[in-house]
Every structure is written in structure tokens, then in C-alpha cells.
């Protein structure tokens, strides 16, 4: 079975109680216990967590695959920056060699750093660092930028070993799934696990979320055609274009079926074509295809751009996207920054 078949497989599998699920049970309970071990032995032994000079905020998901860090991340780095804190990221950066800290560089390859920390250094423009271990990657972060006085790592919610002051979880519409954990459900630690804010990527309420989460929507209006980032159009423009068969959406994400529903709120017709997360665009997924045009995700067009053939295919467009939330959710953030109650 195929990366992507499997991906599907899990996915509709983790999404009810059926015979599948029910069979990893047992090893569902035995991970339970293994995760439950690992994160007390922490909380029962602060003086192995490493606290660093600055404030860190974590931003994860217990949903494994994508629910929408990255776009939240950026957010997050621009809200914090209006307030007049120099923040910056840490990641690890997935499929390359992390055993190095690398700082992240707006023109770097997301071969050497992962596509979601180039994405962020470009929309961002903050300083990031990727690298296996998180204490080490967020002490390289303010060696090279001693002006970072608050530190967000994307992902890294179970790397316990670097102390955090606040704990963002974020899910997504498909909620908590069936609520087991891995590998007879989506989730790395159990739905009720503590948290300082939950946010949900799409409407409220979800199943299995907390009452209070916040809700985050990500907007796309327009599309900026790959070969020439000069070139835009309104999204809903494409609409008036034809049938799906003159039209592809590609998405090499985690929830791949998100960004299709974008377009389809737009008002687009289009045939679809759902990648592996993270999928590296080493051989051209388009050579063969017969659209007029084809719209991709920002986190695959960081490398499509390195990608010759790819680069200068003038059919391919990229649709950005930029979270929304309630300027509130901000303000209680930047208060629990500052020492205060957020109640």
C-alpha cells in the first residue's frame, strides 16, 4: 500500500470506532501508558525540563497530521511583534537532517530546513532555527539573535524537555476523531490533556473540544501564479473559468481536503489531487496533467519554486492563506506573557 493510500486508510479509520480501530486497541493502551510515564516523569522532575532566558510558547497538536500550525504560528509571530515583542521560531524541521541546528534563511532550501520553517521565515520574517533537539535549536535561536525576547515553537508539545510558559493545542473539525490514541486513533496524548488555550481550525463547536476554544479561520481571497509572484488574481475569479476537467487543486498536506473546501467556497469546480504530507515534488506530479490551470498550497510551493520544470510551469498558482482570530485570544496571550491572570 501506497504512503498516501495508507494516510487515507488511517485516516477514515481514525475517524469511528470500527473493526480497524478496535484491533489496535490493545496497542493503543500500551502507548497510553508509555506516553503517561514519559510526561510525569517531567512533571515530577522539573529540574530535567530546561527553562530558557525568554518565554516560550508552544504551538502543537495531539491530532497527529495537520490541523493548521504553521498558518497559526505565523499569526502568532506577527500579533506578538504589533505588541513589541521581538519573537522568534523553532522547528524541526521534518524529513531533513536535523541532528545540526540550521538557522532558516528566506532563500534557503526546503531540502537542507523542512518546507513549514521556510514558509514561516518567509511570511514571518522572523528569525528561525530548525533542529532535532529542541533545547539546543531554541539556545543556537538567541545566540544568533540576542534580540529575541520570546521564543514559539512550532510543534514540539511532547518535547517536554524544553520548559514552556504556554501551551497553545490546536485542532481541527475532524475534533478528536474517535477519541483513542495512536495507533486505534489520531491522538498522541489523551482529548483532556492540560493546556493553557485550545483553538480550533474551523467552526465551533467540535466534539470532544473544549467549550472555550478559539475559533481560527484561514482566509484566501487571492492566488499569485508561481512563475511570476507579481501576477495575482482574485480566487473567486477562477470560478468563471470552465468545468473541473480545465482545472486541478493539488495539496501535499496534512489535511489535504481542507484546502479543497477552501476553493469549492470560492465558488471553483476543479479535480483534485491529494499528496503525502510533506511531499517533496522530486518528480513533477504535473508533467502529465491536462489542466489550464493548477492551484497548489503555499507549504508546497517553498518547493516547487526549487524545482526547475516546476518553477516555470506558468499554468501552477498559489493560493496563500492567513489565520483569523478574535484579537482577544491575542491580548490574553500577551498578558499571560506579562505575569498576569488572563481570567
Known amino acids: 500500500m501506497s504512503r498516501s493510500r495508507l494516510e487515507q486508510f488511517l485516516t477514515r479509520a481514525w475517524l469511528r470506532r470500527g473493526v480497524a480501530a478496535h484491533a489496535l486497541l490493545p496497542l493503543s493502551c500500551l502507548f497510553g501508558r508509555v506516553a503517561a510515564a514519559r510526561r510525569r516523569s517531567y512533571l515530577d522532575h522539573p529540574e530535567k525540563m530546561q527553562r530558557m532566558p525568554v518565554p516560550v510558547i508552544v504551538v502543537g497538536n495531539i491530532f497527529v497530521g495537520g490541523t493548521g500550525k ?8 506577527q500579533a506578538l511583534r504589533e505588541v513589541g515583542f521581538h519573537p522568534g521560531v523553532i522547528s524541526r524541521g521534518y524529513g531533513v537532517d536535523n541532528t545540526v541546528v540550521r538557522e532558516v534563511h528566506a532563500q534557503a532550501s526546503a531540502h537542507d530546513v523542512g518546507d513549514e520553517p521556510l514558509l514561516i521565515a518567509q511570511r514571518a520574517q522572523c528569525p528561525v532555527m530548525v533542529g532535532r533537539d529542541r533545547v539546543a535549536t531554541a539556545s543556537a535561536l538567541l545566540a544568533a539573535h540576542p534580540q529575541v525576547d520570546v521564543i514559539v515553537s512550532d510543534d ?59 475559533a481560527m479561520t484561514l482566509q484566501g481571497t487571492v492566488a499569485e501564479r508561481l512563475c511570476d509572484p507579481q501576477q495575482t488574481r482574485a480566487l473567486a475569479s477562477f470560478a468563471q473559468q470552465g468545468t473541473s476537467s480545465s482545472m486541478l487543486a493539488a495539496a501535499g498536506i496534512g489535511n489535504p481536503a481542507r484546502f479543497f473546501q477552501l476553493l469549492r467556497d470560492a465558488g471553483l469546480q476543479f479535480d483534485c489531487l491529494a499528496l503525502p504530507d510533506h511531499h517533496d515534488f522530486a518528480d513533477d506530479p504535473f508533467a502529465a496533467v491536462q489542466a489550464d490551470t493548477i492551484l497548489i498550497t503555499e507549504k508546497d510551493a517553498v518547493k516547487c519554486r526549487q524545482h526547475e520544470a516546476l518553477k516555470n510551469d506558468p499554468r501552477i498558482w498559489v493560493v496563500p492563506v492567513t489565520a483569523q482570530l478574535d484579537r482577544a485570544f491575542a491580548e490574553r496571550i500577551v498578558e499571560k506573557l506579562r505575569g498576569h491572570s488572563t481570567a
Not at 176 to 185: D, E, I, K, S, T
Request: hydrophobic share 45%.
Open 70 to 77: 504553521t498558518p497559526l504560528t505565523i499569526w502568532l509571530v
Open 156 to 214: 514540539g508539545l511532547q518535547h517536554y524537555r524544553l520548559a514552556r510558559d504556554i501551551e497553545i493545542v490546536l485542532f481541527d473539525g475532524r475534533g478528536v476523531g474517535n477519541g483513542w490514541l495512536l495507533p486505534a486513533g489520531p491522538l498522541r496524548e489523551p482529548a483532556d490533556r492540560p493546556r493553557d488555550f485550545t483553538v480550533v481550525n474551523g467552526a465551533l463547536p467540535v466534539p470532544g473540544v473544549p467549550d472555550d476554544a478559539v
